[in-house]
């Protein structure tokens, strides 16, 4: 805009001249009264016709001002976050006990810890831990008085008290054993599917962020959605434990899953022995909900390879001006590693996992490429960790 009015200055000065030597022609005198004139209507007009521009101009300044300022204020809002990891089944056997006994300190019975170092931290650093657990939690005596099928010794969930969880599912576990005496001892919840009442929703507040954890059967009955809805109206946040019935397909999960996530359900964590899907749900509001159709085995004796590879979810929950929001969702690939014999039981990442590492397993023919490759297609979604691959 500033050359446009130099331009139409210098034509208007030009002008003036003109009349100017044609009056000093003819009369003699330089009249500067009308060049005058004609410089200030030149003004003038210039003056209207930049007004809107210089008006424009402003606008876009205070936008580009505006949106700077909501920018350095969202990133300067105060956000709580907690952080959740979940994790799959664990599935305490003979073998495993066996295992446990034999790697015990001078003064213990068992050591079950042994079989998370690979990825202690990455439970026990987050704030809240939820699993499956599908052992019995009754003392083990090993002169043969109690069935080995049906109980476990309780140092195994003393091992995952000190891991960090807080909230286990028993659903898929044999109800021989009395596991919520034995659970409260060390500190963790059981939301075990038979508790339809108000009383097997198990609420945490962190952070002034309050979840709720509820378990379900697999199949969505009138009193568990209604468990799901009365959960939501009190937490902020809700995870459900779903227990797959045998025999149920992908695409009837995926269905429950769809009908628990519009009862309120934010988190639908599903079981099996092997590694599932994951995917996000529509619920209606506009807050889609997370469905991880299955985890796989945490800690488990398997004969197959897809037996053997579970994921571990980690996500932050997080608030911010009011608004709660999940997070830096990931699954991370892991697999249950054990030599010939069923010893030295431990939990490797898959990406860490070496083909070296894989020779040494008690399950022959495990070729660590092939697994990647399949883990990969199963969480082709951007759940998986972003190194994964490299």
């Known amino acids: 805009m500033i050359n446009n009015y130099r331009n139409y200055f210098s034509k208007c000065a030009a002008a003036g001249l003109c009349l100017s030597m044609l009056s000093l022609t003819s009369c003699g005198v330089i009249e500067m009264r009308d060049a005058a004139e004609e410089v200030t209507r030149g003004e003038a007009d210039t003056t209207m016709m930049l007004a809107p521009a210089e008006r424009a101009n402003n606008v876009e300044i205070r936008t580009e001002e505006q949106h700077q300022f909501e920018i350095i204020k969202k990133e300067e809002a105060p956000k709580t976050v907690v952080s959740l990891a979940a994790t799959g089944d664990v599935r305490i056997d003979e073998a495993i006990i066996a295992d446990a006994a034999n790697r015990a300190a001078e003064g213990s019975t068992y ?43 309780i140092e195994s969930l003393a091992a995952l008290a000190e891991l960090g969880f807080e909230v286990l599912d028993t659903t898929g576990a044999d109800r021989s054993a009395d596991y919520p005496q034995d659970m409260s001892e060390y500190g963790i919840a059981d939301i075990h ?36 809805e009365y959960a939501d109206s009190a937490a902020d946040v809700v995870v459900v434990s779903a227990d797959w019935k045998s025999g149920t397909s992908d695409k009837q999960k995926k269905n429950l899953a769809g009908t628990m996530a519009k009862a309120g359900a934010d988190i639908i964590l599903g079981s099996g022995e092997t590694l599932g899907g994951a995917e996000w749900l529509d619920t209606g509001d506009g807050s889609p909900a997370l469905a991880v159709y299955s985890l796989g085995n945490f800690v488990a004796t398997a004969e197959t390879a897809e037996n053997l590879c579970g994921g571990i979810l980690s996500l932050d929950i997080t608030l911010c001006e009011g608004e709660i929001t999940l997070e830096n969702v990931c699954i991370d ?14 939990i490797f990442g898959l990406n860490s996992y070496t083909d070296d590492i894989s020779a040494m397993h008690a399950v022959g023919g495990l070729d660590v490429a092939v697994l990647t490759d399949k883990v990969s297609n199963l969480l082709n979604g951007g759940f998986l960790p972003a190194d994964f691959l490299n």
């Open 333 to 346: 690939p892991i697999i249950m590693h054990y030599n010939e014999g069923n010893r030295n039981y431990q």
């Open 193 to 228: 599917s038979e508790k339809r009442t108000e009383d097997g929703v198990y609420f945490v507040e962190r952070e002034g962020i309050t979840i709720a954890f509820l378990a379900a059967d697999g199949s969505v009955k009138n009193k568990m959605v209604s468990n799901i």
């Open 111 to 153: 050591s079950f810890l042994k079989i998370y170092s690979g990825v202690y931290r990455t439970i026990h650093d987050a704030d809240i831990a939820v699993g499956n657990y599908s052992a019995a939690a009754a003392p083990y005596t090993p002169d043969g008085s109690t069935d080995r099928n049906q109980t476990t010794p």
